[in-house]
């Protein structure tokens, strides 16, 4: 395997990773207006991803960063063509943080509700702009032949984007209410369980459709079996949730995730970036990769630096790994 197809490999893990855990952190802040029906309960909800939200984040800064060292030409059209919502990504994200930071700070209950507005819209933002992102990598967008975005923010709402959009924010949810039945305890778990179980079906048809509809659009035969795997993850994610197994209902939800993405990515391989506009314009691994220097010397500083990382995330997520409940918050 040359470096470029190892560098495209590893984005592709590392925005797997990222959309598995900030997936259902993205899911708990969905849910804040609708499994928390008083503050107490409110707060732990945001306790069940306040020891990791920021944590999760750092999957997406890697990513980028990587993806901007590797393939500077994939970045660079990427991000200047999808700049507005990516900004709107940014923005969202910046707020979503400050509101777990500030939240806590005064006790009015006013106070409080503009912050869980903020944790709620910085949540559902993401959510949904990420499978507009996703559907519009997969899809194409108009490039010319010096790979610059010659299209408008309308073009990159269509209809496929859109399912994308809808897809993701589904998943999410359904990733978030099976985190928090498994996590919490007494009545937010028994809400959150049946809340999940509902989602599921509905998260399941829009991905079966998404997926298919992508690969109709390109595909590979590793992304053909990749979205099977998807749809039986999905479908033991149902079985999961009726029969309240939380466990395996989360590693359903992780798995589906996982799987989707991968697929998107397989499909698209090897561009990294089509043009719907002009062949000339396509972004692959190839015309789009760092200097062979580089990339051995940012493989070295990942062999080095990840192992590291994996180990204090997994340490994290070990300490805080009980459940807590309104019990656990003081009044």
Do not use: C
């Not at 990222?18 to 707060?43: A, C, H, N, Q, T």
């Amino acid at each position: 395997m040359d470096l470029p197809t190892f560098w495209f490999l590893l984005i592709t893990v590392l925005f797997v990773g990222y959309f598995i855990l900030e997936g259902f952190d993205f899911g708990v802040g969905i849910l804040l207006p609708v499994l928390g029906r008083d503050d107490r309960e409110r707060r732990v909800l945001i306790n069940t991803i306040g020891p990791v939200w920021d944590g999760n984040e750092v999957w997406l800064i890697t990513a980028a960063g990587a993806l901007f060292a590797a393939f500077p030409g994939w970045y660079a059209s990427l991000f200047s063509g999808l700049y507005l919502p990516l900004l709107l990504v940014l923005l969202a994200l910046i707020f979503r943080g400050v509101a777990f930071e500030y939240r806590h700070k005064r006790p009015e209950a006013g106070w409080k509700a503009r912050w869980d507005l903020a944790i709620f819209l910085g949540s559902l933002i993401p959510a949904a702009i990420w499978g507009v992102v996703l559907g519009n990598l997969l899809r194409g967008v108009p490039l010319d032949a010096r790979h610059d975005y010659t299209g408008g923010l309308l073009d990159l709402l269509n209809p496929y984007a859109l399912l994308g959009g809808a897809t993701t924010t589904g998943l999410f949810v359904t990733h978030g209410a099976v985190f928090l039945a498994l996590k919490t305890s007494g009545e937010i778990r028994t809400r959150a369980g049946r809340l999940a179980a509902r989602a599921a079906a509905t998260t399941a048809a829009l991905t079966a459709a998404f997926l298919a509809v992508g690969l109709t659009i390109r595909h590979t035969p590793a992304a053909v079996g990749l979205a099977v795997a998807a749809a039986l993850a999905l479908a033991g994610t149902l079985a999961a949730t009726r029969v309240r197994r939380e466990g395996w209902a989360f590693v359903g939800t992780a798995a589906a995730i996982g799987l989707t993405v991968a697929t998107l990515f397989a499909a698209l391989f090897p561009n990294v970036l089509p043009s719907t506009t002009d062949p000339a314009g396509t972004l692959t691994i190839d015309n789009a990769a760092s200097s062979p220097y580089t990339l051995k010397v940012m493989t070295w500083v990942a062999a080095f630096f990840t192992p590291v990382v994996l180990a204090y995330q997994g340490w994290t997520y070990w300490v805080f790994r009980k459940r807590i409940g309104v019990a656990n918050i003081p009044r």
